[in-house]
Each structure stands twice: as C-alpha cells, then as structure tokens.
T-cell receptor, first 109, second 112 residues
Framework: GENVEQHPSTLSVQEGDSAVIKCTYS??????FPWYKQELGKRPQLIID?????GEKKDQRIAVTLNKTAKHFSLHITETQPEDSAVYFC????????FGKGTRLHILP | DGGITQSPKYLFRKEGQNVTLSCEQN?????MYWYRQDPGQGLRLIYY???????QKGDIAEGYSVSREKKESFPLTVTSAQKNPTAFYLC???????????FGPGTRLTVL
C-alpha cells in the first residue's frame, strides 16, 4: 500500500521568510495530492491540492510542486505571517488517502 | 466542510463502557472515513466506507466498530476492547470522482 513520508517534523522560520515542507510517496498509482492545515484543536482544512497531470499549482502565497518521476511533492509558503503557524499534513491518494505525519510550522516574530 | 457535523464535541467515558460517536454529512458524498489523532501525532485511519452497507478496516480498527446504513451517516462505536481510547476523533467524507476529503469538527473522547 501507499506510504507517505513528510519532512521536517518541525520547522521554524522568521516572519516574512519562506517555508518549504517536503513529502515523498511510494505508490506510483497515486494521482491526487492534497495539503491540509490544522490549527490547535481544530479540524484539518484543505489549503491546496494537485493532481498527477500537473507539475505546479499556486494560490496566492501558497504553491505546491509535484515530481512524479521522483515521487515527491512540496508545499511552499512565501512571505510567512503569524497566522501561518499550524500543523501541515501532506497526503497521497490512489484508492484511499494516506497522510504524512505532519509538520509543525512556527512563525517567529 | 461545513456540511459535516460530529457530535458530541466532548465525550467522557468510564472504563468498560461502549460509546458511539456521530458523524453526519449533507454533501452527498459517497465515501466517509474515521480517523484518530493523538496529541502531537498525525491522522490514523480507523475505518472507511465507500458505499452504503459496506466498509473496510483501516490501520487501527481493533476495538472499534462502524455501520453505514445511510449515505449521510457513519457512526463510530468505541468498544470496551479499545484499551486506550482517549484521543481526538475526526470524521471525513469525499466523493468518489471528485475526491477532495473534508473533515468534521471532531469529537474529543476522554476515558475517566
């Protein structure tokens, strides 16, 4: 079955700098890759997703890139703000969604 | 994800009791899921269902049971066989073609 590895587990960046979170997956049949943001005590919220026929997708300060050959995908957050502090989960899906273990992002003032 | 509701928000259970967590969705989604989340941990799949009257075990199904009698509803029972049930439980749903998964607000279960 699918296995998703996510790095780093914790990331601290200065406000205004960029943050990058990386994930790898094992099943080449996976064709859908969502990213979720979870604030403390809240539900995970979808922030961006990408399908396997696309290499990059951008939504304002957030972008995701996908390298199908290497089986890895990344989340990029530019011009980070305090409200970006949260836990971020990547996921990959073939018949069901498999989540990475999450990255706790701290935005430092 | 506003179309997925979970109840109760907080639940307290005595050891040896079974408890049932409710999950309802009005998004007309075919698939529904239950996840368990422990403090500082990721999401672990308990059970999922892609059609009514059918469901599959996830990675940590032992001590849990589910039913899917209606498309809109996917209740989870935490049985007394689950030895460490204190956790945050999240229900989710998705379509089968448009497969974005949306989460409910969660139920926090505490064993007294």
């Amino acid at each position: 079955g699918e296995n998703v590895e996510q790095h780093p587990s914790t990331l601290s960046v200065q406000e205004g700098d960029s943050a990058v979170i990386k994930c790898t997956y094992s099943d080449s049949a996976s064709n859908y890759f969502p990213w979720y943001k979870q604030e403390l005590g809240k539900r995970p919220q979808l922030i961006i997703d990408i399908r396997s026929n696309v290499g990059e997708k951008k939504d304002q300060r957030i972008a995701v890139t996908l390298n199908k050959t290497a089986k890895h995908f990344s989340l990029h957050i530019t011009e980070t703000q305090p409200e970006d502090s949260a836990v971020y989960f990547c996921a990959a899906r073939d018949d069901k969604i498999i989540f990475g273990k999450g990255t706790r992002l701290h935005i430092l003032p | 994800d506003g179309g997925i509701t979970q109840s109760p928000k907080y639940l307290f259970r005595k050891e040896g009791q079974n408890v049932t967590l409710s999950c309802e969705q009005n998004l007309n989604h075919d698939a529904m899921y239950w996840y368990r989340q422990d403090p500082g941990q990721g999401l672990r799949l308990i059970y999922y269902s892609q059609i009514v009257n059918d469901f599959q075990k996830g990675d940590i199904a032992e001590g849990y049971s589910v039913s899917r009698e209606k498309k809109e509803s996917f209740p989870l029972t935490v049985t007394s066989a689950q030895k460490n049930p204190t956790a945050f439980y999240l229900c989710a749903s998705s379509g089968l073609v448009i497969d974005t998964q949306y989460f409910g607000p969660g139920t926090r279960l505490t064993v007294l």
